[in-house]
C-alpha cells in the first residue's frame, strides 16, 4: 500500500502533467517544493514510514513527465540529504535540502546568465525555439548590461511556447519578429546566434529539447551560425554514464489535431513526441553556470558533479 500523500503534492503532479506548470527548471522547482510540503505535512509515526513517505511522493512526481532529468536530480538532491535518527531531524533535513535546492536553482540561472550575455554583442539579432528560463536568464543579463538586441522566435507547435518567450522578450525591451516553425530556414540568415534550453544533457553531450531543436541546430549549422544551449548542471543527466538512455516523452494526438480533422482524413496514424535529441557536432557551447562548455567535454563536468550512481533513493 501506498502512504497518503500530501494533496498539495499530488496537485503539483497533476499540473505537471498537464503541463499548467511546464520547463524543466520551473518543474524542478515546483517538485522541490511539493516534497517540502510534504516533509513539513507529515505526521508519520516511525522514521521507516517518513522515509517511505517521501519515497512515495518522489515517485509520483516522477510519473508525471519523463524527459526532463532536472526533476528526478531535484528528488536525488533532496532525499540523499534526508538524514537522521528520529522523525524530527529527517522532517529537517529534507526541509533544509529542499530549500537549499531551490536556492541553488535560482543562483544557478543567474550566474549561467552571466556567461552567456558574454556572447552577445550590440545589435545581434537571436534566433529563439520554445520557451526556456535558462535562455532567458542570458538575454535579461544582456538587456541589464544595455546591450540592444532583436528576436526572431519560432511559435513552437503543438503548444506554441514561443508565445511566452515572445512576450517575456518584448516586456524586457527586445523587439520580437513571431514566425512559424517551418520559416526558421529563412530567418536563419537574420540571425547572429540560436539560443535554446534544454530538458536533458548526454553524457556524449546530446542535448535533448523541444522537438524540432534538432532541425534547427542542423540548419544552424550549415550556415555557420552558432547555435547555444543554456543549461545550467541540473540538466545533466548522471544515468547516461552508465549508458541509460532519456525517454523521449510522447504526448496526445489530440496537441496536434481534432477527432474530427481527424475523421475527415480517415486511417492515419498520428504522432507527437515532445522532444529530441541534438547530436552534440551540432552544438556550439553548452552555457553552464560552471562555465561554457564545448559538448563533448560535459561528461567531465558530469562525473565531477554526480560522480558513481547509486541505487535510486525512491527505491524500496
Ligand atoms: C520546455 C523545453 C525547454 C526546456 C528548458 O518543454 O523544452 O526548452 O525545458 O527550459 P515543455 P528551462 O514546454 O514541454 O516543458 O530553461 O526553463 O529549464
Known sequence: DEPDLHPELVETATAIAEMEVRGAATIADA?????EKQAQASDAATPV???EELA?????????RPTAVSLPNSLRYILRRTDGDTVEELRNAAIAGAQEFRDRLESAQDDL???GANRLQDGDTILFHCHSTDVLSCIRTAREQGTALSA?????????QGHITAQQLQEIGVPVTLIVDGAAGRYLDEADHVFVGADSVTAD???????GTRQLAVTARERDTPIVVAAQTVKLDPTTLSGHTVEIEMRDEQEVISSSERNA?????VENPAFDVTPPRYVDAIVTERGQFP???????????????????WEA
Do not use: C, W, Y
Open 205 to 211: 553531450g546530446s542535448v535533448v529539447n523541444k522537438i
Open 152 to 160: 526572431i522566435v519560432k511559435e513552437t507547435r503543438p503548444r506554441k
Open 49 to 51: 514510514a517518513f522515509r
Open 295 to 313: 559538448p563533448e567535454s560535459i561528461v567531465f563536468l558530469m562525473r565531477e558533479l554526480f560522480g558513481e550512481q547509486a541505487m535510486e533513493p
Open 113 to 115: 546568465g552571466a556567461i
Open 31 to 35: 517538485a522541490a517544493r511539493a516534497l
Open 56 to 64: 512515495a511522493g518522489a515517485r509520483r512526481l516522477l510519473d508525471t
Open 265 to 269: 482524413i480517415g486511417d492515419i496514424t
